[in-house]
């Protein structure tokens, strides 16, 4: 008897449908065909057992042949276990195979039948929807973020048993979710705030701009100075998620198994910050299995560097290409696989290995040419790709003592907020929604500078020796704070603003 069920291969961050296919007739052999990799084959042993163990039989006697179709895309991991296990008693006789048809079916199975958790459900639930599937079995600790899907019967279960049941006729509880009481839930949910750092109004501006703008920040200073407190701050006065980032984000961290039983709808944009000796491909993404790196996890979010020149420069120079497409495209032999990377990157940095280059008290003890060799550890197309370089001095005592208020992230969102209304009615119609997104044609026509703006750009090109790369950069930052003003022109004074943040093309950071 031949039995037709179904799964999900995941390529990606999207899914593709798997026909698992199950033939017993006479013969005593096991086959499994259409490129299983090792995980898969090694299913016979999983399924074997589990079946056994809730009280039932694998055929005796019986040829058992499993192809999971389309043959040609290779199957990986462990979550064709309970597809297979359905085949297997359904094509035997065990259990009805009426519902083979109308339900898409994923999980592991443990030796004792038990239903072990899968990576990327989300997409999975979306694939099963799109191809008109009923409902959905997976294990119960994926069953919240596959319940966003709406139009889709969700079935999480802990047992093969309960999913014997529910072939057999008998009603299994259906997982829902509300959407929009767990994003609203959730959305605002920031355990810090920058108001928790005292002084620095000047990196709070930086900080406004590059949220308002989508811009990316590198830091500048000595230790103590506050760097990495401000960083983790960024998040809270970016805009919150709308429904589709949160749904593409939630994909990503599916697909890479972080996210955890009791969440469903990722709605607060992601921190990532990774050790500074983490590996290209952990940046990237890749692996003999490709699975999403660091910069595809920040996606919508922020990816925080700290201490950047520590990282190897084989790592950072991996960051070029997806800071410029906003995607990362992992190529084998046999397919291609592309992830998401639309994320901000704030860098921190000392301005030497002692950390007091240009400290205003404490003395430099480098030797001669050592500042130049630790600035030259980042190289110059990268830096070009950062759109604000902000000097982070130390906060004086009588800030650090102050009782006076200061101003709370949700002030701060307010204006950013507005500022990127403005851009989403600049871009509608386009795949951008920010000034930082802009190509070179769009920098032409939405960033015009009168005769005295150019004659200040001019010259401060001319001093700073700044690159094409570096022009456009400094007009868009431009564009992002006459948004933030309210002003549909850019004025001089947001250009000479926009010509500061660039501390690392100035006379005086050479040792």
């Known amino acids: ?226 760097k990495t407190m401000l960083a983790k701050r960024l998040s809270t006065i970016l805009p919150p998620l709308n429904l589709d980032e949160a749904l593409e984000t939630t994909k990503i961290h599916s697909v890479a198994g972080k996210l955890r039983k009791e969440d469903s709808l990722l709605s607060v944009r992601p921190f990532r910050s990774p050790h500074h000796t983490i590996s290209d491909v952990a940046l990237v993404g890749g692996g003999s299995f490709p699975q999403p790196g660091e910069i595809s996890l920040a996606h919508n979010g922020v990816l925080f560097l700290d201490e950047l020149p520590e990282f190897q420069r084989t790592v950072l120079e991996v960051l070029r290409q997806p800071l410029e497409d906003r995607v990362v495209t992992i190529s084998r032999a046999k397919f291609t696989v592309e992830y998401p990377a639309s994320f901000m990157l704030v860098a921190a940095m000392n301005p030497c290995p002692c950390g007091y280059h240009n400290h205003p008290e404490k003395a430099c003890v480098c030797p001669p040419g050592v500042v130049q060799k630790y600035l030259n550890k980042i190289s110059g197309p990268l830096l070009d790709r950062i759109d604000i370089h902000v000097e982070v001095t130390p906060v004086p005592f009588s800030e650090l003592s102050s009782e006076r208020p200061s101003e709370r992230s949700g002030d701060v969102r307010e204006r950013v907020v507005r500022a990127r209304r403005l851009q989403e009615q600049r871009f509608a119609g386009t795949p951008m929604h920010c000034n930082a997104q802009m190509g070179t044609q769009e920098v032409r026509r939405v960033c015009r500078i009168d005769g005295t703006g150019q004659a200040i750009l001019q010259k401060a090109m001319e001093r700073l020796g700044l690159s094409a790369r570096a022009y456009d950069r400094i007009l868009k930052v431009s564009r992002t704070i006459a948004d933030l003003a309210g002003s549909p022109d850019i004025r001089t004074e947001h250009l000479a603003e926009a010509i500061q943040y660039r501390s690392l093309d100035r006379e005086g950071w050479a040792g």
Do not use: W
């Open 1 to 226: 008897m031949i039995v037709k069920n179904h799964g999900c291969a995941v390529f990606g961050i999207n899914a593709t449908p798997v026909v698992v296919e199950t033939n017993i007739h006479s013969g005593t052999n096991f086959y499994m065909v259409g490129l299983p990799d090792n995980a898969v084959k090694e299913s016979h042993q999983r399924v074997s057992a589990a079946i056994k163990n809730i009280g039932l039989h694998m055929p005796r006697g019986r040829e058992i042949t499993i192809n999971l179709a389309p043959a040609d895309i290779r199957k990986e991991g462990s979550a064709y276990d309970l597809a297979i296990a359905i085949g297997i008693l359904a094509a035997s006789e065990q259990i009805a195979a009426d519902r083979c048809g109308e339900l898409m079916v994923m999980g592991e199975l443990a030796l004792d039948g038990e239903v072990r958790p899968i990576k990327g459900a989300l997409p999975i639930a979306l694939e099963a929807r799109r191809n008109g599937f009923r409902g959905l079995v997976l294990p119960s600790a994926n069953a919240r973020e596959a319940a966003i899907v709406e139009g889709l019967a969700v079935y999480g279960v802990d047992h093969l048993g309960q999913v014997v049941d529910l072939f057999n006729g008998q009603e299994l509880p259906r997982t829902t979710v509300d959407i929009a009481l767990e994003f609203a839930a959730s959305s605002a949910n920031h355990l810090v705030d920058i108001s928790d750092v005292k002084g620095q109004e000047n990196i709070k501006r930086a900080f406004e701009i590059a949220a308002a703008g989508g811009h990316n920040v590198i830091l500048i200073g000595p230790p103590g100075a506050g």
